[in-house]
């Protein structure tokens, strides 16, 4: 076997750090390239034609899903991933492997042992079951975030991400007492929240609904929740949002 690899990946020290783990297999799995983000995947590897992909999925604008989506030949894929333990499942049915952050050694050995097995398996079979796995994971609400700290990329449990707010073109993600900027935007974040928990109170605001310690009324007809964070936020309602919160 010797397969040709390209990573994808917007962190340059993450795409150098897997791009060094893998010189470990170079007699059977080669490097030829990398991808900074989703639009310049799509172009490399309909230009290079990679037998397999080491595909980032929490890219800003086309993200790893979008880039498997969009191609029309697709090589193996071994997604890196930061999905919880039920979605990984969707992963595994569906012989197609994945790598969590931060990248353990022994872990990629048995990605690289799965491609082994891979090789003579029918492409249109493994392509069946990559379009299954993208419907399996739209449909399952996200149940950690990455975030950077430096050189770092932290894991954070969504149950502990107290709101979300949007200021200044930016989005940030608060737990307790920390804050974090993230590449997704709010209408972004209700497509991927577990909406029996996270609420929109505002254009610029969503909130976890087991943080809420009160909701007083404000002037002009507005409510502010009270939140139960270190700084004790306050955040105004909007009046489109009152009644639903009211019913939670």
Not at 35 to 57: H, S, T
Request: hydrophobic share 40%; charged share 35%; net charge positive.
């Amino acid at each position: 076997m010797h397969l040709r690899a390209l990573i994808i990946d917007d962190e340059e020290l993450a795409r150098k750090r897997l791009h060094k783990m893998l010189q470990d297999f170079k007699s059977e799995l080669e490097v030829v390239d990398e991808a900074g983000n989703g639009e310049e995947a799509v172009k490399k590897i309909e230009e290079i034609r990679p037998d397999v992909i080491f595909l980032d999925i929490q890219m800003p604008g086309c993200d790893g899903f979008e880039v498997a989506r969009r191609l029309y030949i697709k090589p193996f894929i071994v997604f890196v991933t930061a999905y919880d333990e039920y979605a990984l499942k969707a992963f595994e049915e569906n012989s197609v492997d994945y790598l969590l952050k931060p990248i353990d050694r022994k872990r990629l050995e048995k990605a690289v042992e799965k491609l082994r097995r891979l090789f003579n398996v029918s492409k249109p079979q493994l392509n069946e079951n990559v379009e299954r796995l993208l419907s399996q994971l739209a449909s399952a609400p996200v149940k950690r975030m990455q975030v950077k700290s430096g050189d770092k990329i932290l894991l954070i449990n969504v149950d502990d991400i107290v709101y979300f707010e949007a200021k200044d073109k930016y989005t940030f993600l608060h737990t307790f007492d920390q804050k974090h900027i993230i590449d997704f935007t709010l209408a972004d974040l209700e497509g991927k929240l577990d909406k029996a928990n996270f609420i929109r109170i505002h254009r610029s605001s969503i909130i976890n609904l087991k943080y809420i310690r009160e909701l007083v009324k404000w002037f002009g007809g507005k409510y502010k929740v009270r939140l139960t964070d270190k700084n004790r936020t306050e955040l105004v309602v909007s009046r489109g949002y009152v009644d639903q919160i009211q019913k939670m």
